[in-house]
């Protein structure tokens, strides 16, 4: 089925928004923004609110409202059986899901493994893509298989001995999460436990990483077996690293598009962007972020599935340089959510 044959030409979208990781609010905002920018004319949009508590709310004809719905714990409102002791649901008619859900519980492949399960459409990279990309020593491992440079780093696991063989200035962060949340610049050895330990509240596989002096860029990249890139953005932090103040306080960044970089580093960057796409199996859209060092090389940071997703983050604005709209990313989104779907129901399992 295309778009063009669904319910009266409809398409009926559910986007999922806020979810139990850290990004919750981040996640909100870009559901909102998504919610907003679907052309009413041609999609029938309904918001599933997920609370920090993992509990789905299903709009109701009473709160149909973003707002509304997502107040964890409200009285009387039906729920998917998710978490477990929640009492069932079903979602209703739905053509394709837009998980706009960041980092665990959302971004990860699990929420994507759900939606497998109850083989319904949905926008983005699938469950193997999810995982891989969401864990920055897995990520890095694949990129390395296939020649993708990205930076070095030692892997550690609760218990292990804190051994490096890096300078310092380092970063220390946690193997799955995002928005800088649980990241240390280290820069004495005298701070390297605290930040291990940091680290380590938010996962059980922690990274220490070497510092990449120079410019971070970041490009989009939209499609299924054949993407591409957008411009590349260069992200200027008002800060001496992107940290979380950086990337959501008003004014802690600044985007310069297109990169203030050489003409053939901005392509290297852009074929790397696919090729780690690529590579990791992902589908649909993806940020691939790098380091430009100062030494010329081009390196892969990492590579976000869902990444931040209102009409003013750094993945519409690239792509709005590079002439699609906020509205225009949205249609390709969904319309490449129903080509995966229909490709993957011809195979036979
Ligand atoms: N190895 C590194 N060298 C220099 N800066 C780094 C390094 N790792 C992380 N950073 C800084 O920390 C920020 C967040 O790190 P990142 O690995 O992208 O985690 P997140 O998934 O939370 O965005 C980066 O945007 C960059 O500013
Ligand atoms: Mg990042």
Known sequence: MTVSDRQNGRVRIAVLAGGRSSEHEISLASAASVADALDPARYDVSVIAIGRDGRWQLPTAESPALEQSVSDGAEGRETLPIPRDAAPHPLGPV??????????????????????????????????????????????????????????????????????????PLFVKPARLGSSVGISKVRAEAELAAAVELAFRHDDKVLVEELQDGVE??????????????????IVANADWYDYAAKYDEGGMELVVPARIAAEAAERVRELAVASFVATDCEGMARVDFFVRTDGEVVVNELNTIPGFTATSVYAKLFAASGISYTDLLDHLVSLALERHERRQLLAF
């Open 95 to 168: 053509d394709v899901v837009l998980p706009i859900l960041h980092g665990p519980f959302g971004e990860d492949g699990t929420v994507q493994g759900l939606l497998e399960l109850a083989a319904i459409p949905y926008v983005g990279s699938g469950v193997t893509a999810s995982a891989l990309c969401m864990d920055k020593d897995l990520f890095k491992a694949v990129l390395r298989d296939r020649g993708i440079p990205v930076c070095r780093s030692v892997t550690l696991r609760p218990g292990d001995a804190v051994k490096h063989p890096f300078d310092y």
């Open 217 to 234: 860029v970041e490009v989009g990249v939209l499609g299924n077996r054949e993407p591409v890139a957008s411009v590349v953005g260069e």
